[in-house]
């Protein structure tokens, strides 16, 4: 007879471990064969932003030893705010993230968020989380390494990957001091111009920047009524145009800009207030900036999200413009879905194609966000032709179906990954449904597998070291039993122990008994 639940604790006896134990060694030169110096590190995550900090954590739930290089000395100090979709607000709640998040951030409703056009979000979203968190990203960020320190993984700053190699037992990475360090895995999350996929020789096809957008936070010295009337009236035609009051005369200026200017020239204050001129008249008195950058409208995605031993992830793997808010979404939804297949790999229960799979489920979802954002881009045109497209749209999406459709688009609730026939819910995530223990999500704080059990018959015999069992014949659930992987998607629908143990294998590898 089950319990309810049961969890067998990770050992912390690793499958593939002959690395050098304690302090990290100082610079050495590698060798081949029997030469070469021990692994000190299972993975070196190049960037430690949201999408490297995040699988890190990932990678440390399964004890994975992990060290995390960030070429910035010090963090992010600018204050722009970022949007958590519903998805990831789901991940993070998934490892008990969320409450704590929630504490730096403002939920506001998930309308509106498809080029900018307003609209009501649909009614009835399927989630527990269907609102989007406005968190500063100085804020996001330090939690996020700050959880994946917690949970043991080591962050060295002011540390730049200059070059690496790889042979068939791993990464030796150089660093730009000359320093040598060596890991079974290294993962690019460097952001759009990563050093790693430029030294991996992963062609990064797409277009290049055609325009700019001016993005600061500063002080105005005209009133805030003067302000938002003249806003209101050039964002009739002009929604990349944006003065949004942070309070006492705080203001975040979003201003776009025609053309390409040399991007590794620094964004200045006249920069703004020349353009400010351009679209509006007036400069608006802007002063005091407090931060100020630029960005293009480059789109690109990688040919490759592996190559041997080095992977890529986050903006290293894709870039898009911002419209939508998907960008660091993205990324850290692809270290949830990296993750526990890299660990599984390196404690060496992962079947023969699992770490494929990354790619594969990974690969498309970074397609449709560059195409729904390419589409995005031209409905913000001020052309004749993108505006009357615009207006059309703007009238489809008063229709529940195509409102609900993109949202659920732009969120990334409505992925469904390809795992062969089967019911809907096959390959789609599981939403935060009501359990014995609490909410579902609760259970996968320790990113395992999870056999939920309506008909309390099945069991998960050999394969419960790494996937747990819950047996709750009153789960709010219209089939009988579901098998979620550690980042929550459906593996598996049925109420046959054989069939369950073949999902088992070919998700969780061979039994350990």
């Known amino acids: 007879m ?11 006896d690793m499958a593939e471990r002959d690395f050098t134990v304690g302090d990290v060694p100082g610079p050495w030169s590698p060798a081949s064969g029997a030469d070469r110096a021990p ?24 004890d994975v030893r992990v060290l995390v290089l960030e070429k910035e000395t010090e963090p992010v100090s600018f204050v722009r705010i970022v949007g958590l979709h519903i998805r990831s607000l789901e991940l993070m709640a998934m490892r008990g993230l969320l409450e704590r998040i929630l504490e730096h951030g403002r939920q506001r409703p998930a309308g509106g968020l498809f080029a900018a056009i307003t609209k009501p979000a649909p009614k009835g979203l399927d989630s527990a989380h269907a609102y989007v968190l406005g968190i500063p990203q100085p804020s996001i960020d330090h939690l996020l390494e700050e959880h994946a320190i917690e949970l043991g993984a080591q962050v060295r700053r002011g540390c730049a990957v200059a070059d690496f190699e790889q042979d068939d037992e ?31 020789g992963v062609g990064f096809p797409g277009e290049p920047s055609r325009s700019e957008t001016l993005m600061g936070e500063m002080e105005a010295g005209v009133p805030q009524e003067e302000i938002a009337a ?78 041997g031993r080095v992977l890529l992830a986050g903006d290293a793997a894709h870039v898009h413009p911002p419209t939508g808010g998907q960008g660091l979404n993205l990324g850290v939804q692809d270290a949830f879905n990296l993750g526990w297949k890299l660990a599984a790999q390196i404690r060496g229960w992962a079947p023969e194609t699992l770490l494929d ?58 992925i469904r990954y390809d795992f062969g026939a089967g019911p809907d819910l096959l390959g789609r995530r599981m939403r935060d449904i009501d359990v014995k223990q609490g909410h579902l999500y609760g259970l996968l704080h320790r990113g395992r597998g999870l056999l939920l059990d309506r008909t309390q018959r099945l069991t998960v015999g050999g394969w ?30 049925g109420d046959d122990q054989q069939d369950l143990d073949d999902h088992l294998s070919r998700w969780f590898g061979k039994p350990a008994n």
């Not at 430690?48 to 900090?53: F, L, V």
């Not at 990974?362 to 615009?390: C, F, I, K, W, Y």
């Not at 009153?474 to 929550?488: E, H, K, W």
């Open 230 to 307: 003249k806003v209101a009236e050039i964002r009739e035609t002009n929604k990349r145009f944006w003065l949004r009051s942070f309070g006492e005369g705080v203001y975040q200026v979003v201003v776009p800009v025609a053309g390409v200017s040399d991007r590794a020239e620094p964004a200045t204050l006249e920069d703004f207030k020349q353009q400010l001129r351009t679209i509006a008249g007036t400069d608006f008195g802007v002063h005091s900036p407090r931060w100020l950058s630029r960005f293009g409208d480059a789109t690109r995605l990688a040919e490759r999200y592996r190559v």
């Open 464 to 493: 419960s070291d790494r996937v747990d069992y819950l047996a709750d014949p009153t789960a709010v659930l219209d089939v009988p039993c579901v098998l979620l992987r550690p980042d929550g998607h459906v593996a598996w629908i």
């Open 39 to 62: 692994l000190m590190f299972d993975v070196i995550i190049a960037g430690c932003g949201p999408t490297g900090a995040t699988l890190a954590a990932e990678l440390r739930l399964h």
């Open 357 to 414: 799979t990354y790619q594969a489920e990974r690969h498309p979802v970074a397609e449709d966000v560059l195409d729904n954002t390419r589409a995005q881009m031209e409905l913000l045109s001020t052309e004749p032709g993108p505006q009357a497209v615009r207006r059309l749209l703007t009238e489809l999406m008063d229709f529940d179906e195509v409102n609900r459709y993109l949202i659920e688009k732009i969120t990334a609730i409505g």
């Open 2 to 12: 089950h319990s309810q639940f049961t969890a067998e604790p990770s050992s912390n």
């Open 170 to 200: 791993g990464v030796t990475v150089e660093l730009a001091n000359g320093e040598r360090l060596r890991s079974r895995y290294l993962v690019g999350c460097d952001g759009g111009r990563s050093t790693v996929r430029k030294l991996l």
